[in-house]
């Protein structure tokens, strides 16, 4: 190598390490160690690559704005509606006991619909069947606020993620979905989370692109975000056009994406940006 | 020397550019009405610097929900104390962003909320005491907008 | 859509003790500055003052711009000299009030 090109080899060098340094959020992050045969070696939740002000949003529940989302499911758990005149503490009792654990563990099989099925869908399944009432829109604030005050009742469990029997080909597809190329700007879910995390993407700080915080609270959205809304976002930021929320495709994405996070406590409502 | 890709040029110069991205407050042809909150706000006095101290983060992490806590020392009794903390933001559509207002009863006069930054640009804080004094304090916060969803 | 707010504060302090009160409220703090899908500006339609007294007094008080963010948190202090009640309201652009209040009791 010429002197030459020494100096501008080191020139390069020295602006790379202060573009990817820039927010001094290097090596140091915490994890848990990923289970053997796993894609990371230690999977790190999307808490840990925000800014400190942040995760101090996040760390106080009454700091914490998705708890006004919880406050209102919370009602809401308690109130009747459709023919049957029922609420959802009817047949489920105290949301603290009966919601512990449910959570962390969607997707679930259903074995009546012969597919797996989300939180959101499991909801609206209760609203349509058992109370008689009007199933809630995706996207809907009375869908997102009980879809995030659920699974707030497993905040701090891990997240587990059934893969195998029929639950094995909808994991293949969101994996093939998790490694497939979208759109005009030709990227995966891996081109970023996997490849790049603890780097920045233009001004986007890379995260594992975990999902155990999901209904998020978007500081850009100032509002709590559903799973779903977010792969529907990532797809359309990649120029592509994006798979429906609560799709077969998504389900099985957010199956995928629960294993990529296995063991990771629920946060469920985070602060994210 | 090994000629690097389109991609690698990218990732180095990203990084480089995101803090240049955005305009600073004075490069805009038209300033915001941050003098004419001011002007009202001190009555053509000029702050001292000093007493305050005003916390924000150096990169907002989002520009629509950025953490602000100011503090002004003072006793805080009805002999002195801090009456009005007006905040600007001198890079905004309109400048205005809060007037808090103190009373011996407030304890201390602190104070914290969050606000929305459309662009990297100063935070001004001026604090108006009983006797009438004004003591001011400034930050610059970068506001990243872009990469994937930003 | 008048949620309920969110108050924290000690429910006892001793006399004179300075104590720490956060304030949450559900609101979309619409700055004025957005534009529907037909081009058209939404409305500006905010919180533009929150007030807080104790037994009557005032403690805080703040107005407020379209540059406060959704769901509007304000945190600040009181001194507490005796015990009583705290009375929290924030105002919208419209009129409506939204109030809360909350007990306070003097450490024996």
């Known amino acids: 190598m010429s002197p030459r090109h020494i100096g501008l080899a080191a020139a390069i060098m020295a602006l790379a390490s202060v573009a990817t340094g820039a927010s001094a959020q290097q090596a140091e992050r915490k994890g848990i160690p990923a289970p053997p045969g796993h894609v990371f070696k230690t999977i790190i939740s999307g808490y840990e690559f925000r800014s400190k002000e942040t995760r101090t949003l996040q760390d106080d529940d009454l700091e914490n704005p998705g708890f006004l989302a919880v406050e209102r499911a919370a009602d809401l758990w308690k109130t009747a509606e459709g023919s049957e005149g029922k609420s959802c503490m009817s047949c489920h009792g105290e949301a603290e006991k009966s919601m512990k654990g449910v959570g962390a563990a969607m997707p679930k099989w259903d074995d009546k619909l012969k597919k797996p099925v989300n939180l959101e869908q499991r909801i609206n399944i209760c609203r349509s069947e058992h109370m008689k009432a009007q199933p809630w829109a995706f996207k809907s604030q009375a869908l997102t606020d009980m879809t995030t005050f659920v699974r707030f009742q497993s905040r701090g469990m891990p997240v587990t993620a059934k893969t195998d029997g029929p639950m094995s080909p909808w994991f293949e597809r969101g994996k093939q979905i998790y490694y497939t190329r979208y759109g005009q700007l030709d990227l995966a879910c891996e081109s970023c989370h996997e490849r790049n995390n603890g780097k920045f993407m233009r001004a986007d700080f890379l995260s594992q692109g975990q999902t155990n915080g999901f209904p998020t609270y978007r500081l850009r959205d100032q509002r709590l975000v559903p799973l779903h809304e977010r792969f529907e976002g990532c797809m359309f930021d990649v120029r592509a056009e994006p798979f429906k929320p609560l799709s077969d495709e998504f389900i099985a994405l957010e199956l995928y994406v629960a294993w990529r996070g296995i063991g990771l406590p629920v946060e469920t409502p985070s602060v994210r940006n | 020397m090994k000629a690097i890709n389109r991609r690698q040029a990218f990732a180095l110069g990203g990084g480089f550019v995101m803090l240049t991205l955005m305009p600073m407050a004075a490069d805009a042809e038209v300033a915001n009405d941050a003098a004419k909150w001011i002007e009202k706000f001190t009555g053509g006095k000029d702050p001292a610097k000093g007493k305050v101290s005003l916390d924000l983060p150096e990169i907002a992490e989002n520009g629509n929900t950025v953490p602000l806590t100011v503090a002004v020392e003072s006793p805080m009794t009805a002999e002195s104390y801090v009456k009005e903390i007006m905040i600007v933001a001198d890079g905004n559509p309109n400048a205005g962003v809060a007037t808090l207002s103190f009373t011996p009863l407030s304890g201390k006069a602190e104070a914290a909320i969050r606000i929305r930054l459309a662009a990297t640009q100063n935070v001004i804080a001026i604090a108006k005491m009983s006797d009438g004094a004004l003591f001011t304090e400034q930050k610059v916060v970068k506001v990243t907008i872009g990469g994937c969803g930003g | ?108």
């Open chain 3, 1 to 108: 859509m008048a949620d309920k707010p969110r108050i924290k504060l000690p429910k006892e302090a001793a006399k004179g003790e300075i104590i720490q009160i956060k304030t949450l409220v559900s609101h979309m703090m619409e700055s004025g500055q957005r534009k529907d899908a037909q081009g058209k500006p939404v409305p500006r339609k905010i919180i533009n003052k929150f007030t807080c007294e104790f037994n009557g007094k005032p403690v805080f008080s703040c107005a407020l711009e379209p540059a406060i963010s959704a769901n509007p948190y304000i945190q600040f202090n009181a001194r507490v000299d005796e015990e009583g009640t705290f009375k929290f309201a924030w105002t919208d652009d419209d009129g409506t009030v939204i109030t809360a209040e909350e007990k306070i009791a003097l450490k024996a």
